[in-house]
């Protein structure tokens, strides 16, 4: 876009963590989790097929799927293909569904898990379920583009993917649930990087101290003026 290196500011965001547990999180059990909009681009389809491939070894027979996350009208139809499709491969019993869940009840929920991955479809500039599943001492696995790399990268807590690569998506996944040592790690880490640095606290001190900035080169520039 040709703009002058001086005039791009980048202030990372940040999310409150008011209700995240700041110790260890145990988690129990072996489930995989998701969380945003249930929806194509999401790539909820992708993670279920992996999932459902995972299910037929038996080293997996005790993984379990847990999906939250806002469904409008419009992706009413969608879920229920999903649902179909699990239903059809008889896994039923071993997902769960939690639509348009609370706060309180969200941070439950990821606190639950073992894994998080939402494979979105398109360059998701952030996604701050990301951050929310690291505040809770959940390792992720995400696509290799745009904001999850930078992000996966900056934390430690999780393991990146070719996002146009469903072996390699599978294998990420079992990557992280074979070696359970290595996943509470990543988890661990993520989460004392969000506690530092990733938080609402610090993108509002960044955004002070980028306004006093500009507000002094503004004054400078006006003295030069004058």
């Known amino acids: 876009m040709n703009i002058p290196e001086g005039k791009v500011f980048v202030i990372q965001n940040g999310i409150s963590l008011q209700g995240y547990d700041p110790y260890p999180n145990p988690n ?18 992708q993670l279920v097929s992996a999932f459902i491939h995972l299910k037929k070894r038996p080293r997996y027979g005790d993984v379990r799927l ?4 806002t469904v409008t009208a419009l992706d009413e139809i969608y879920v229920k293909k999903i649902k179909d499709q699990l239903r059809k491969e008889g896994l039923w019993d071993s997902v769960e569904f939690h639509p348009n869940i609370s706060r309180e009840d969200k941070i439950c929920f990821l606190r639950s898990l073992r894994l998080f991955s939402v494979p979105a479809l398109y360059g998701e500039s952030f996604g701050l379920y990301v951050l929310e599943a690291l505040a809770s001492g959940v390792p992720v696995v995400q696509p290799r583009h745009v904001g999850f790399e930078e992000i996966v990268e900056q934390t430690g807590g999780g393991l990146l993917y070719r996002g146009d690569d469903p ?13 359970p040592e290595q996943a509470q790690e990543m988890g661990r880490r993520g989460k004392e990087e ?11 001190r960044d955004f002070v101290r980028l306004c006093e900035t500009l507000t002094a080169r503004r004054a400078d520039e006006d003295d030069r003026t004058n």
Not at 30 to 45: P, Q
């Open 28 to 45: 129990p059990g072996r489930a995989i989790g998701y969380l945003a909009r249930l929806c194509e681009d999401k790539g909820l389809r």
């Open 66 to 69: 847990k999906i939250a996350g």
């Open 167 to 179: 072996a390699d998506y599978l294998q990420t996944l079992e990557t992280l649930l074979d070696n």
């Open 194 to 204: 969000v506690f530092r640095y990733f938080h609402m606290g610090r993108m509002a």
